[in-house]
T-cell receptor, first 113, second 116 residues
Framework: GENVEQHPSTLSVQEGDSAVIKCTYS??????FPWYKQELGKRPQLIID?????GEKKDQRIAVTLNKTAKHFSLHITETQPEDSAVYFC????????????FGQGTILTVHP | GAVVSQHPSWVICKSGTSVKIECRSL??????MFWYRQFPKQSLMLMAT?????????EQGVEKDKFLINHASLTLSTLTVTSAHPEDSSFYIC????????????FGDGTRLSIL
């Protein structure tokens, strides 16, 4: 089955800096890659997603890039703010799975004021 | 929007009790829902895929008779933890897909289950 590796496990930045989180996947047929933000004790919230026919997608301070050849995708957050502090999960939908996602291990992002 | 409601949000009960958790899609129909378990500081672990009108598909290592899933309508799936024990204590989260399989999963608020 699909395997997703996420790095780093923790990331600490100063307010205003950029943060980058990287994920690799194993199933070359995977076609959908969402990113979720989860605050302590709360639900994961979709912040951005990308499909396999697109190389990059941007939404204000958040962007995701996808390299299908290398089978990796990355989340970029610019001008970080303290409220960006949370756990971020990448996920991948395998080519043969109906909606089933495989999640990365998560990255604890801390933005210091 | 795509709102998913999960109830209850917190359950504390004695060992041996069965606990039912409900997951509802409030403003859309969901033919497929998912149940996850999440331990502190860990990722979401998929337990099963719930399909409306058919049997759930369980992930390897998840006991079907322990975690009963029912998806009787397009807006409701339930997870029943039968004869719960302290090791079943965890954060259980459901999600639902609006539309086809390549659409985002929308998550409920989760249920924190504590077995004494």
């Amino acid at each position: 089955g699909e395997n997703v590796e996420q790095h780093p496990s923790t990331l600490s930045v100063q307010e205003g800096d950029s943060a980058v989180i990287k994920c690799t996947y194993s199933d070359s047929a995977s076609n959908y890659f969402p990113w979720y933000k989860q605050e302590l004790g709360k639900r994961p919230q979709l912040i951005i997603d990308i499909r396999s026919n697109v190389g990059e997608k941007k939404d204000q301070r958040i962007a995701v890039t996808l390299n299908k050849t290398a089978k990796h995708f990355s989340l970029h957050i610019t001008e970080t703010q303290p409220e960006d502090s949370a756990v971020y999960f990448c996920a991948s939908k395998g080519g043969t799975s109906y909606g089933k996602l495989t999640f990365g291990q998560g990255t604890i992002l801390t933005v210091h004021p | 929007g795509a709102v998913v409601s999960q109830h209850p949000s917190w359950v504390i009960c004695k060992s041996g009790t069965s606990v039912k958790i409900e997951c509802r899609s409030l403003d859309f129909q969901a033919t497929t829902m998912f149940w996850y378990r999440q331990f502190p500081k860990q990722s979401l672990m998929l337990m099963a895929t719930s399909n409306e009108g058919s049997k759930a598909t369980y992930e390897q290592g998840v006991e079907k008779d322990k975690f009963l899933i029912n998806h009787a309508s397009l807006t409701l799936s339930t997870l029943t933890v039968t004869s719960a024990h302290p090791e079943d204590s965890s954060f259980y989260i459901c999600s639902a897909i609006k539309g086809s399989g390549s659409q985002p999963q929308h998550f409920g608020d989760g249920t924190r289950l504590s077995i004494l």
